[in-house]
């Protein structure tokens, strides 16, 4: 293939999969940031540039296309692959493309259809922690850096209450002056989100929530309730819930998210909606709620 593209040969190839079990053939540990950027873009057009153990890298591919997947599966070995092009050349978009510059040096060319993204995949190297951008293609860079921040996620009933004190106390608790005691104090690379399981349309947040976490220096007021969703979800490292109820919601809508939904209380105990109550049960609500985030922050 070096021969065939004219590539340097310091340029190395790139590992083709067609399932996510196979990175486990050609890396030893992958870094949960990289994880995370794996099931949530893949497959699809990102290439991902791990380290080995060894101190080299190794650059992996799973690419979206049905045929592509067959072939990779019918091979049984490793399957490194290019672009369909000479070095240096524009990416090929169609099988004629390919014959312009590949005709009479390859022995097989299978036709798959035209090229629908039209461009090349974005390629990263997570390294030191920090994401790099290698080569910016058919994924936004500024796409991937939001995704591969830490996601934090919150989520209630209706997102105008609970859910939504507890993003403000871990905003607030995360940007501390002592909250550097905490490993996930670099709240720059840390998002923090809220949704509600039960939400179905546009809703004002609460007004007692606010007027209870007014209180105690929280505005919430500018807050806009969210409907949980399955990008939502898959964006979240960890997914805290108020109810064993809403745990359970999460679990069914989004299996893979299972592992990582817990109870906002380590101890296991729900944390009562106090809509239609006294001010005091908000109060309690509230304070309760801070507590567990405190913990809850301790472990990450």
Not at 11 to 23: G, R
Not at 63 to 92: C, D, F, M
Not at 109 to 115: S, T
Request: overall charge neutral.
């Amino acid at each position: 293939m070096y021969k065939v593209k004219k590539r340097p040969a310091d340029v190395p190839f790139t590992y083709h999969i067609a399932d996510l079990h196979d990175v486990d053939r050609l890396v030893d540990d992958v870094p949960p940031p990289v994880k995370k950027l794996m099931r949530v873009y893949w497959p699809g057009p990102l290439t991902i540039v791990v380290r080995r153990q060894s101190g080299d890298t190794v650059g992996i591919r799973f690419p979206e296309h049905k045929v592509a997947q067959s072939l990779i599966r019918t091979a049984g070995v490793s399957v490194v692959a290019p672009s369909a092009n000479l070095y240096g050349e524009p990416p090929p978009h169609c099988a004629d493309d390919v014959l312009k510059s590949l005709d009479g040096k390859i022995h097989i060319l299978v036709d798959g259809g035209e090229a629908t993204l039209k461009k090349e995949s974005t390629v990263v190297f997570f390294d030191d922690d920090e994401l790099k951008i290698l080569r910016e293609g058919a994924i936004p860079a500024r796409e991937l850096e939001e995704a591969a921040r830490r996601t934090v996620l919150f989520v209630c009933e209706g997102n105008s209450c609970r859910s939504p004190m507890a993003e403000a106390f871990f905003r607030k608790l995360l940007g501390a002056k002592g909250v550097r005691r905490f490993p996930l104090a670099r709240s720059s690379k840390t998002a923090v989100l809220s949704a509600g399981t039960g939400l179905v349309a546009k809703a004002p947040i609460d007004p007692s929530a606010v007027q209870v976490m007014g209180e105690i220096s929280y505005d919430i007021s500018q807050h806009e309730p969210t409907p949980v969703s399955i990008a939502l979800l898959d964006r979240a490292d960890h997914i805290y819930t108020m109810t064993k109820h809403q745990r359970d919601v999460i679990a069914d809508m989004m299996p893979n998210a299972a592992e990582r939904v817990e109870l906002l209380d380590k101890g296991g105990r729900d944390i009562a909606d106090p809509v239609g109550n006294t001010l005091g049960e908000y109060r309690e609500t509230r304070d309760c709620i801070y507590r567990c985030v405190r913990e809850r922050m301790e472990d990450l």
